[in-house]
């Protein structure tokens, strides 16, 4: 677990990301493709264990079609 300020350098480092995040406005979306998946390494695994809406599901299915 980390803070905002280290996620960048994480989330390229990282195998595994788990959300777990909950359901609020200001997390709506949170994992999206320029916050997210375009961060983490080709190989690494998303989980999210968090609420529905904290997943941006269209750039989620998109980072998966693409590599």
Do not use: C, W
Request: glycine residues 8%; hydrophobic residues 35%; proline residues 1%.
């Amino acid at each position: 677990m980390v803070g905002l300020d280290q996620y960048d350098r994480v989330l390229a480092e990282s195998d595994y990301v788990v959300g777990s995040l909950p359901k609020m406005v200001s997390t709506n979306d949170f994992f999206n493709e320029s916050n997210t998946f375009s961060k983490m390494k080709k190989t690494a695994i998303f989980m999210n264990t968090g609420r529905g809406t904290t997943v941006d599901e269209h750039d989620l299915a998109q980072a998966l079609m693409t590599g």
